[in-house]
């Protein structure tokens, strides 16, 4: 996954009742974490989190 390509945010992240799919706007690298993925719906809400909450569209 890259920044600028389109992707989908799991339910489990977002707490809605289905996937929502947006563009990725930043990937960084989170020590604690491991990869964090920043995603921007077309109604401007960003979701991010660990990379296992999200797959490429």
Do not use: H
């Not at 920043?38 to 809400?45: H, L, T, Y």
Request: glycine content about 10%; some cysteine.
């Amino acid at each position: 996954m890259s920044v600028g390509l389109r992707a989908k945010v799991s339910p489990v992240l977002t707490g809605l009742t289905e996937w929502i799919e947006g563009v990725v706007i930043k990937i960084r690298t989170n020590p604690f974490m491991g990869e964090e993925i920043a995603v921007q719906d077309k109604s401007g809400r960003i979701f991010f989190g660990e990379a296992c909450y999200f797959q490429p569209a």
